[in-house]
Every structure is written in structure tokens, then in C-alpha cells.
């Protein structure tokens, strides 16, 4: 019989986390929440909301917090995710994250896949990545079809959808082994719901800031960090500025597992307000005082090309 565990790495994840458990929690048989970052354990209500679905599902949420940092000081995913997967039980892994959502029919499907094709072991299905709003999904020009067919790791258990990304090799390795074509089952009809990229103005340039402070960006962002934290920040608001103009939208006309229109702009005006008491009124607006910044800057495509990252 089959034992299905959830591994869920979150930080800060309050927006969407409800959203993410509510229609998950009750088809799995363990949820493996670690919490972290390297800065260490939430500080918004995503440890209380967790509490909550304890309270409904005794027993079934294992919660573990710490710090998760590399030598250069980056986030390191790969550590948060090996700790979960020391403490998972079940012979079918489910990895997700807090802003990603399936439908309860959604998991039905998924999970019936499951049961009925006991020789296979990665079970994925269709994505729809929201982009500026819940109208538009994001994919990417050259590979579109990533965006719908996630590219699959397998680890020594079995896979039950969603993606993983080369960035999560860094740090201690994820246990991987070699997958074969027989060994993946698309399943139809089924759909899960990334909102990453519309969870609003203030997560976006927060979210932007953490990656280039960190070094995400490597040799692209060299001068972007060393120009300091009014630097960064006046970076990643015109970074998310720039959206709507990145080629990357393309037209949405399906179902919503959530009736709400998010978009990357919610609390726009707030979170501008925000930085500019920090830093200046519409600092993020001044003019490179070098013109040689906007060379290095045209130099840059990956960043403010429509690129995969981790969000």
C-alpha cells in the first residue's frame, strides 16, 4: 500500500500557504514541513497556520525549523530539503511549496494515478506559472514547454509531480539515481497552480533583493551589490517595474483554484512609499550618474530577461 509524504520547505509563506495545504493535507498520509532560511524560522503567521492544520490532522505534520546558509552566505535550499528528506516515511514523495496550489480534484486525479500505476515512479502533470496577474502565465521563449512538462529529478523514493531545479544541487546533495522514460506517467486532466510571481509588489522586491544580496545573480550582479542596500533596492523595484515589458506573458483562460485576481502590483503604491522613507522620495527613479552603468546594464540580459528562478 502506498504512503504518500508531502515535503514542503517554507519561509514566510503566510499569503498562500492556506491555499497550498487545504486541498493537499487530506490526500497524504505525512506532511514534512522545514522551515528556514538563513536567517531562520518564519517571522509572518506561516508557523500559524501550520498549527492550525496540526490541530485538524493530528499526527500528520512533522514541523522542524533552523538556518540554511552556504559558505558565501546564498540560501541553502538543498540543506533545508535534505533535512526533510531524512525524516520521510512513505515509499511516494510529494514535493511542493507554499505558494503552489492543486484543486481538490486536482489531487484526486493525481493521487488515483498513483494507486492504479504501481510501476511507475514520477507521477507530474500540467503547471500553469501565474505572471502579473491571474490572466496571464508565464513561459519561457525558445522552451515554452518547460512551463507546462516539468523537468523531473528522481530520488530514491518515488515522485509524485512538481519540479526540481539544478540550483537545489548546491550545498549536500539531493539523493538522485538515474530515471528512464518508462519511468514517467503524465497524468491528464489534472493541474497545479503556481503564484510565485503575483504574490504581490512588496513580496516581489523583497523577494529580489534577498537573490541579489545573496549573489544569485553571480558576475551580473557584482555591480548592482556594490553599490549597497539603497543599490539593490532601487534595482529590484525597477526590476519588477519592468515585468509587463518582459516578453514572457501569455493569455490565461482557465480555471482559478482561488476566485481572487492577485497581481505583482498588489500594494504597490504602499511598498513604494515604504522605500522611499527609507532611501528618498523616488530615489528608485534618479538617473545612472555613469553612463558606463547603462552599458554594463544592457550587458545583463539574464536579468531582465523573462529567466527561471526559484520564487
Given at each position: 500500500m502506498n504512503k504518500i509524504s508531502m515535503l514542503l520547505p517554507v519561509y514566510n509563506e503566510e499569503q498562500f500557504l492556506r491555499h497550498s495545504l487545504e486541498n493537499t493535507v487530506p490526500f497524504v498520509d505525512e506532511v514534512i514541513i522545514v522551515d528556514g532560511s538563513p536567517w531562520g524560522a518564519s517571522t509572518d503567521n506561516t508557523i500559524e497556520i501550520i498549527d492550525d492544520f496540526d490541530r485538524l490532522y493530528p499526527h500528520r505534520i512533522n514541523y522542524s525549523s533552523g538556518k540554511f546558509i552556504l559558505e558565501n552566505g546564498s540560501w541553502d535550499e538543498s540543506a533545508q530539503?535534505?533535512?526533510?528528506?531524512?525524516?520521510?516515511?512513505g515509499n511516494i514523495l510529494m514535493p511542493h511549496c507554499g505558494d503552489m496550489i492543486y484543486t481538490v480534484e486536482d489531487m484526486a486525479r493525481m493521487v488515483s494515478a498513483v494507486d492504479k500505476y504501481r510501476n511507475r515512479k514520477i507521477f507530474y502533470c500540467f503547471m500553469g506559472e501565474f505572471w502579473l496577474d491571474c490572466e496571464h502565465i508565464r513561459m519561457y521563449k525558445g522552451h515554452a514547454m518547460e512551463a507546462w512538462f516539468p523537468v523531473m529529478a528522481m530520488s530514491d523514493i518515488n515522485f509524485l509531480s512538481m519540479d526540481m531545479f539544478d540550483g537545489y544541487y548546491e550545498g549536500p546533495k539531493m539523493r538522485l539515481k538515474q530515471d528512464e522514460n518508462e519511468?514517467?506517467?503524465?497524468?491528464?486532466?489534472?493541474?497545479?497552480?503556481?503564484?510565485?510571481?503575483?504574490?504581490?509588489?512588496?513580496?516581489?522586491?523583497?523577494k529580489h533583493i534577498r537573490n541579489m544580496s545573496m549573489g544569485a545573480w553571480e558576475d551580473h550582479g557584482k555591480e548592482i551589490v556594490a553599490q549597497g542596500d539603497k543599490g539593490i533596492a532601487k534595482w529590484a523595484i525597477n526590476h519588477v517595474l519592468e515585468y509587463p515589458n518582459m516578453q514572457c506573458a501569455y493569455d490565461y483562460c482557465g480555471k482559478l483554484p482561488i476566485p481572487h485576481n492577485y497581481t505583482c502590483f498588489d500594494r504597490k503604491a504602499e511598498t513604494l512609499k515604504f522605500y522611499e522613507e527609507k532611501y528618498g522620495e523616488r530615489f528608485w527613479e534618479e538617473e545612472d550618474e555613469e553612463a558606463e552603468a547603462e552599458e554594463e546594464t544592457e550587458d545583463m540580459p539574464d536579468i531582465h530577461a523573462c529567466v527561471r528562478v526559484d520564487g
Open positions: 530539503r535534505n533535512l526533510g528528506m531524512s525524516k520521510v516515511t519511468h514517467f506517467l503524465f497524468v491528464p486532466n489534472a493541474f497545479r497552480y503556481h503564484y510565485g510571481w503575483v504574490t504581490g509588489f512588496d513580496y516581489q522586491v523583497a
